[in-house]
Each structure stands twice: as structure tokens, then as C-alpha cells.
């Protein structure tokens, strides 16, 4: 818990941001038909999903632990990360029907993957419903945590499963070459830098998110 | 032995010359980046984002300012 306090790691996930926008920018990239110059989406499209699955996957441990401790501050955590996740899959879904437009030729073309981030993306829409509708603070924290441990083996399934066991037009699923196959390894190393700075950019935010909430929870039971 | 060399030379060199060509095809931004425009691009969106990140900064100090004071 002391981490989330510390500045260290938030410096350090400023510096490897301002990293993938300098580089993603300047680096040499393959030339490839298709996409062309928006090959560096990769740079910053792709992040959005990995800080999503990272924090949503800390939001699953906090579920647990609280189910273990019945701790309302485990409560609050898991609920504002999936808060911020939620956040970054609007993000990563924006950016991505707008490379689509561009490569693919509209903004959504029933791809496998788009529908099932979408199919996804209700059902974390569907657990801050849920919460919404309890009204019994333990009761919601149970129920709501024991929904969230089962979306998120749903959503992986969904988002990373799925499509690629049927045709879909992102690289690696179906009959499509894998990213590692059209990439070279200039593009992998900013991919994997912008994959650790998203992930603690959306951290932060969480934690910041959560600090907030805790405060207004303590004020809340005061009263 | 001299003969052999250079044909082969002259083989890796023309390979070189349509692996180019192979990519000149394909459109790129070559003439944004030639002319170091792209720089200002990238000057705007750094400092953009730096500027984000200040301001996150701040929301963490105050934060810990109200949380020491309970």
C-alpha cells in the first residue's frame, strides 16, 4: 500500500510515456501497404488495451482479497479500477475504429474482435450498474465482487480467445501474419515501453481515484 | 576467383537496389520527415502531455496534503 504513495514510479511512467511519443514518432518503421505511416498507431492503440487488462486485473485480486477480508477499502479499490478501465477500453476502442476507418475502410466492420470488445465492454458497463443498484453496502461489495471475478476471465476470453480462432482482420488472428511476422524489432521495443507507461499511467490514475473515494467513504461514515 | 567475387557483388548489390525500390513504393511520410516538420509535431505533443502530467502531479499533492491533515 506504501507504493501507491511513492513518486518514483510515477516519474518513471511519465519518462517512458514522453519515450513512446518521441521515439514512436522519429524511429524508422517498415514500410508496409495498407497501413502505411499509421503503423505507429501500434505505438499508442495497443497500450490502451494492455493498462485496461492490467488494471482490470488488479481489480480482480482486490475482489478477491475482499471476499477473504470483507476490508471495504478492498471494495473501493477494485471498483475504481475497473473505473479507469473502462476508461482506457473506450479509449482503445475510439482509436481503434479510427485506424480501422483507415485501413480497413469503416469505422466498424462487425470484425471479430470489434464485437467482442464491445460485448466486453457491457459487461463491465453491467457491474457499475450492478453496484449501482445495491443499495446494502456489504451486500453490494459481495455480489459485485464475485460478478467481477467472473467477467474477467469472460472478457479474456472474449478479447483474446475468440478472434483469433476465427477469421479477423487484426494481425495474428485467423489467416492474418502474426505482429511479430510484419514488425521489426524497433517497433516491438517502443510496443513493450508504451505496454509498461500506459499500464503505470492507468495505475496512477486508479490510485488516485481510489485516495479520493476513500476520503469521501470515511467522511460518508462519519456523518 | 576475382571474376567469381565481383559477380557476386554486383548480385548482392542489384538485390539491395530492389529491396529499395521494393520499399520507395509503398507511400510514407518521407517529405514531413525530411523537412524536420515532424519535430514540431512532436514538441507539441511532448509538451501536451507534460503539461497533463504536471497537472496530475498536483491533484497527487494536494491529495496527500488533505489525507495528512485527517
Same mark, same amino acid.
Given at each position: +500500500?506504501?507504493?501507491?504513495?511513492?513518486?518514483?514510479?510515477?516519474?518513471?511512467?511519465?519518462?517512458?510515456?514522453?519515450?513512446?511519443?518521441?521515439?514512436?514518432?522519429?524511429?524508422?518503421?517498415?514500410?508496409?501497404?495498407?497501413?502505411?505511416?499509421?503503423? @505507429?498507431?501500434?505505438?499508442?492503440?495497443?497500450?490502451?488495451? +494492455?493498462?485496461?487488462?492490467?488494471?482490470?486485473?488488479?481489480?480482480?485480486?482486490?475482489?478477491?482479497?475482499?471476499?477473504?477480508?470483507?476490508?471495504?477499502?478492498?471494495?473501493?479499490?477494485?471498483?475504481?479500477?475497473?473505473?479507469?478501465?473502462?476508461?482506457?477500453?473506450?479509449?482503445?476502442?475510439?482509436?481503434?475504429?479510427?485506424?480501422?476507418?483507415?485501413?480497413?475502410?469503416?469505422?466498424?466492420?462487425?470484425?471479430?474482435?470489434?464485437?467482442?470488445?464491445?460485448?466486453?465492454?457491457?459487461?463491465?458497463?453491467?457491474?457499475?450498474?450492478?453496484?449501482?443498484?445495491?443499495?446494502?453496502?456489504?451486500?453490494?461489495?459481495?455480489?459485485?465482487?464475485?460478478?467481477?471475478?467472473?467477467?474477467?476471465?469472460?472478457?479474456?476470453?472474449?478479447?483474446?480467445?475468440?478472434? @483469433?480462432?476465427?477469421?479477423?482482420?487484426?494481425?495474428?488472428?485467423?489467416?492474418?501474419?502474426?505482429?511479430?511476422?510484419?514488425?521489426?524489432?524497433?517497433? @516491438? +521495443?517502443?510496443?513493450?515501453?508504451?505496454?509498461?507507461?500506459?499500464?503505470? +499511467?492507468?495505475?496512477?490514475?486508479?490510485?488516485?481515484?481510489?485516495?479520493?473515494?476513500?476520503?469521501?467513504?470515511?467522511?460518508?461514515?462519519?456523518? | 576467383?576475382?571474376?567469381?567475387?565481383?559477380?557476386?557483388?554486383?548480385?548482392?548489390?542489384?538485390?539491395?537496389?530492389?529491396?529499395?525500390?521494393?520499399?520507395?513504393?509503398?507511400?510514407?511520410?518521407?517529405?514531413?520527415?525530411?523537412?524536420?516538420?515532424?519535430?514540431?509535431?512532436?514538441?507539441?505533443?511532448?509538451?501536451?502531455?507534460?503539461?497533463?502530467?504536471?497537472?496530475?502531479?498536483?491533484?497527487?499533492?494536494?491529495?496527500?496534503?488533505?489525507?495528512?491533515?485527517?
Amino acid at each position: +500500500m506504501k507504493f501507491m504513495y511513492q513518486t518514483w514510479w510515477k516519474v518513471l511512467a511519465v519518462l517512458l510515456v514522453l519515450t513512446t511519443i518521441i521515439a514512436g514518432f522519429l524511429i524508422q518503421v517498415p514500410r508496409l501497404p495498407i497501413v502505411h505511416e499509421t503503423i @505507429r498507431n501500434t505505438f499508442f492503440h495497443v497500450p490502451m488495451w +494492455m493498462a485496461m487488462f492490467i488494471v482490470f486485473i488488479i481489480s480482480v485480486v482486490y475482489s478477491i482479497k475482499y471476499l477473504r477480508s470483507a476490508d471495504p477499502k478492498h471494495d473501493l479499490i477494485a471498483v475504481e479500477c475497473v473505473n479507469v478501465g473502462v476508461f482506457f477500453f473506450v479509449l482503445g476502442l475510439i482509436t481503434g475504429m479510427i485506424w480501422a476507418r483507415n485501413t480497413w475502410g469503416e469505422y466498424w466492420s462487425n470484425d471479430p474482435k470489434q464485437n467482442s470488445a464491445a460485448i466486453a465492454f457491457l459487461l463491465y458497463c453491467a457491474y457499475l450498474v450492478l453496484r449501482n443498484a445495491i443499495d446494502e453496502e456489504q451486500k453490494r461489495a459481495r455480489i459485485s465482487a464475485i460478478y467481477n471475478i467472473f467477467a474477467f476471465p469472460v472478457m479474456i476470453v472474449l478479447i483474446m480467445v475468440l478472434p @483469433r480462432m476465427t477469421d479477423s482482420l487484426h494481425p495474428g488472428n485467423g489467416g492474418n501474419p502474426a505482429f511479430s511476422k510484419i514488425t521489426d524489432n524497433n517497433v @516491438r +521495443m517502443i510496443l513493450y515501453v508504451g505496454f509498461i507507461a500506459w499500464s503505470l +499511467m492507468a495505475v496512477w490514475i486508479a490510485t488516485l481515484r481510489y485516495r479520493i473515494r476513500l476520503i469521501e467513504y470515511k467522511q460518508n461514515s462519519l456523518d | 576467383m576475382m571474376k567469381k567475387l565481383f559477380s557476386l557483388i554486383v548480385l548482392l548489390l542489384s538485390f539491395t537496389a530492389v529491396f529499395a525500390q521494393n520499399g520507395a513504393d509503398i507511400e510514407m511520410a518521407d517529405t514531413l520527415r525530411s523537412s524536420g516538420k515532424i519535430y514540431v509535431v512532436v514538441a507539441t505533443l511532448a509538451i501536451i502531455f507534460v503539461g497533463l502530467a504536471i497537472y496530475l502531479f498536483s491533484i497527487d499533492k494536494r491529495l496527500k496534503k488533505i489525507e495528512n491533515e485527517k
